[in-house]
């Protein structure tokens, strides 16, 4: 470690921070629990503990995006995988009228007789390519997940609507998606309208960067009317076309490894979380950190409610079986075996218990200097 804090320290080592504190003092440093401590001092604890430290490192690491980003997957293995599109636009111009458009154009057609299940995303099929929807709201898919530094949109569809051209939220959204580096496809909503300008829409988005192909720029324009199911066709084969450019890629036999769309309590099954693999395929029975939760993946259910084994890279999938609910934007890693799911899983959930205290410690010294 290069730099650990006191009550990270504590925690890591099964031991009260005050302890830490006191024997800090012991040794002439006067310390709080948020004080970063450097390797000497990790050290000279660790010793006095007769903990090695570099034992601790292997088996304390407990920051997912280790596991995330470890390079265990291999060119070779990796092949196309669908994109992942989140809706964005100005409040009602449309974005939940395009969402229901494209699953029940695709989706309940289909699949004769399948419910679509609410799990927060969907999938559709377009020349025999899927694409995989958010249906979380796009900007709160872009600002928690974000600021979890998880990143889960590959196309984000800019829905503008003709009648009321470019708004706050519209130019919010593309700042958004910019930020990220998210390409974007605008959708000119509601052309069935008599008012419908969509000249306008396009000039007003050349002020924010976004020039029309039509006008010797790169960005795709598709005039729509997601009420009547207009035009759905052609913006999801320009949606397959960005993803084509941007060469998106996952492994499928690796150990799944993901972000939390969105979780809850359920009465009767317990914690009910749905995942989007990313990479890696995911079965029932995996050993599982899910943020700062753990378990083993108990039942797994896809977006048209049915019970699936397994999920591969892009797929949205309902699961049961941890032991808490964790958080939307919160990342997933599969593990070899339960006992480090599970040793990672509790370690990271005392972590986070102590950052709650530290947190409400903080709020009622300023309650404190507030009153004086
Ligand atoms: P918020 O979730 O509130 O931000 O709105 P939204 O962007 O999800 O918009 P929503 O889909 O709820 O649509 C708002 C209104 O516009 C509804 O009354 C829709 O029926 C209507 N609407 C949506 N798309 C079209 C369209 O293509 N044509 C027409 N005429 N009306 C539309
Ligand atoms: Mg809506």
Redesign the pocket.
């Known amino acids: 470690y290069e730099s650990l804090s006191v009550g990270e320290l504590a925690n890591k080592l099964g031991r009260e921070p005050s302890e830490i504190i006191k024997k800090l003092f012991m040794l002439g440093v006067m310390a709080t629990i948020n004080q970063e401590l450097d390797k000497d001092a990790i050290e000279l604890i660790c010793a006095d503990y007769g903990v090695e430290v570099e034992e601790e490192i292997r088996i304390d690491v407990t920051d997912l995006e280790i596991y995330f980003e470890e390079d265990e997957v291999v060119e070779e293995t990796q092949t196309e995988r669908p994109p992942v599109v989140t809706i964005m636009?100005?409040?009602?111009?449309?974005?939940?009228?395009?969402l229901?458009s494209i699953r029940d154009t695709k989706v309940t057609q289909g699949e004769a007789g399948g419910i679509t299940q609410h799990i927060g995303a969907y999938q559709v099929e377009v020349e025999g390519k899927k694409i995989t929807f958010l249906d979380t709201?796009g900007h709160a898919a872009f600002t928690t997940m974000r600021a979890r530094g998880a990143k889960v949109t590959d196309i984000t569809i800019l829905?503008v609507?003709a009648d009321d051209g470019v708004m706050p939220q519209t130019i919010e959204a593309i700042n958004h998606a910019k930020a990220a580096e998210v390409p974007i496809i605008v959708a000119v909503?509601?052309?069935?309208?008599p008012s419908a300008n969509p000249d306008r829409v396009m000039q007003e988005l050349t002020e924010h960067g976004l020039l029309a192909e039509a006008w010797g720029g790169d960005t795709i324009f598709v005039p729509?009317?997601?009420?009547?199911g207009e035009g759905i066709n052609q913006l999801l084969e320009m949606v397959l076309l960005v993803a084509e450019v941007g060469e998106l890629k996952a492994s499928k036999n690796i150990r799944a490894r993901g972000t939390v769309i969105e979780a809850q309590l359920d009465r009767g099954r317990g914690s009910v979380a749905t995942l989007l693999v990313q990479d890696g395929t995911l079965r029932i029975g995996d050993p599982i950190v899910v943020g700062n939760t753990f378990g083993k993946v108990r039942a797994m259910i896809n977006d048209l409610g049915r019970r699936v084994k397994e999920a591969g890279p892009s797929t949205p999938v309902e699961i049961t079986g941890l032991s808490d609910v964790p958080q939307a934007g919160d990342r997933f890693v599969v593990f070899e075996d339960e006992k480090t799911a599970r040793q990672i899983g509790e370690s990271r959930a005392g972590e986070a218990l102590q950052e709650q205290r530290v947190e409400k410690t903080r709020v009622t010294l300023d309650n404190l200097f507030e009153q004086m």
């Open positions: 636009g100005h409040v009602d111009h449309g974005k939940t009228t395009l229901d709201p829905v609507a909503n509601k052309m069935d309208k729509i009317s997601a009420l009547k």
